[in-house]
Each structure stands twice: as structure tokens, then as C-alpha cells.
């Protein structure tokens, strides 16, 4: 008698080979999400910072080449508008004169309009030089490697606080490592008409993202009351967010106006 093969074999060989394909198309799937994943990070780890801080980079040449055109068509004017002021005051009124320190303020020009650049940031300690714009949208300003002054405080040189917000992370990080800013380093903030020398006074290292007393007139923290000041005069604030990599809580740098030059 002939010997028969039984069929069964045949059932666990194709069972093998379709575990196989399974398993060969889960890897497949992973190793691709695994590739994605990879290239999102290196999108948003390099790429982004690559391309914010060469257009950073690009707006701080093109604000100082129209500094040096007539003062009608720098960027601080508005068609029709010559004589408007700046918006530190309640009225938008223009605010030449002295600052609380004493240091003679140039008159500012108009309004500035939203996401418009319009100043330059520089912290030597850092290495930073960056544009600062009116606002702090994330698209229109601090996604393109921008610093963000924040509306209705005041602008530079008056007596208030000249706010600022900057990415830590990411779209050209250019407040990455205030945390390293200490009491007497310098925050030079240039414009059309001056430039305006903050010195760094105090820190908060970590408070609550709702924590508008930083930014106030006179800024004090209202999560830990002991930060901040309890007087009137010309400050600047610098804001992010931290943790690194997080936004959960806020990084403050307070300084003082110490120096003004006209330009």
C-alpha cells in the first residue's frame, strides 16, 4: 500500500507562512512609524530652528538697513499717520522725555503694527540677537525665531515694562538659555531712534503660565508675592517656558532701564 501524506501538514505550512507575512508587514509597519516619528523630531528639533533663525537673521539686517532711511519710511510709520506715538501709555500718546531713572528717552515712533518687527534684542551673555515684534501669536511672531512684546505693556525706553515672550524650544529657541542670565548682565534693546540698556536685577525661576503680575506696570509675581518689585520705573521682562521641552510652568528675567543713546 501506497503511504499518504496527510493534509494537516499542509494546513500548519500555509499557517507558518501567513504568521510570517503578518509579522513581516507588523514590522514593516513599525519600522515606517518609527522612520516618521524620527523625521517629525528632526523637523522640529533642527529643521524649525534652522529656518526661524535664518529669517531672524535676515529681519535684523533689513530692520537696521531702514534705520538708516528717512525716518518716513522706517518701519515705526504709518500712512497718514507721521506724528502717532508709541503704545506704552494708556493713550497711545508719544512718550519722549525722561524715564524714571532719569535717562533722557528719545520720542518714540507710531504704533507698531501686529507681527510687525520693529526692534532688535541683543544679549551678549547668550549670544543672542534676535527681532522684536508686536505681539506674541505664535505663527505670525514667535514661531518665526521672534521675540514677542507683549501688548499693552510698555515699549522701550518708558517708564513701565517692556514684556517679552520667546520660544525655549524649537522655531529658533531664542530665549533657550536666559535661565543662565544673572544679576549684571546686559539686555540691549535697539531701535529706529535709540538704544536702551537694561541690566538684569532679578529671576523667577519657575512660575504659573496665568501669572500675569510678571508682566504687569510694576511687575510682581502674583503665585510667589516675594518676586518682583514694589515701585514704579522703566523695566524689561523676559518670559518662556519651563521645563525645557514644556509649557507648563514660566521662566521671568527682570532688569532695569541703566542707559540710553540716541541714535
Known sequence: MRERIPVVVQHHVRGRRAFARGLWTVAEAVVTLGVVLLLLVVHQLWWTNRQAR???????????????EPEGRG??????????????????????????????????????RW??????????????VAPVAQGIGRRGVLDKGYVGHYPRTAQPGETGNFALAGHRNT??????YIDRLRRGDLIGIETREAVYTYTV?????????????????????????????????????LTTCTPEFTSRYRLVVWGRLTGVRAR
Not at 519657575?206 to 522703566?234: F, N, Q
Open 54 to 68: 535664518v529669517g531672524a537673521e535676515d529681519e535684523v539686517r533689513a530692520l537696521r538697513k531702514t534705520w538708516q
Open 171 to 176: 522655531h529658533g529657541e531664542p530665549f533657550r
Open 201 to 237: 536685577d532679578r529671576t523667577l525661576a519657575r512660575t504659573s503660565a496665568l501669572d500675569s503680575g510678571v508682566i504687569a506696570a510694576v511687575p510682581r509675581s502674583e503665585v510667589k508675592p516675594r518676586a518682583g518689585y514694589t515701585a514704579g520705573g522703566s523695566y524689561v521682562t
Open 115 to 128: 507681527d510687525q518687527a520693529y526692534a532688535v534684542i541683543r544679549i551678549p551673555r547668550i549670544g543672542l
Open 75 to 112: 518701519p515705526g510709520r504709518t500712512d497718514g499717520n507721521p506724528g502717532t506715538g508709541s503704545g506704552g501709555g494708556p493713550d497711545g500718546a508719544a512718550s519722549g522725555g525722561r524715564t524714571a531713572q532719569g535717562h533722557h528717552a528719545p520720542a518714540a515712533s507710531a504704533e507698531p
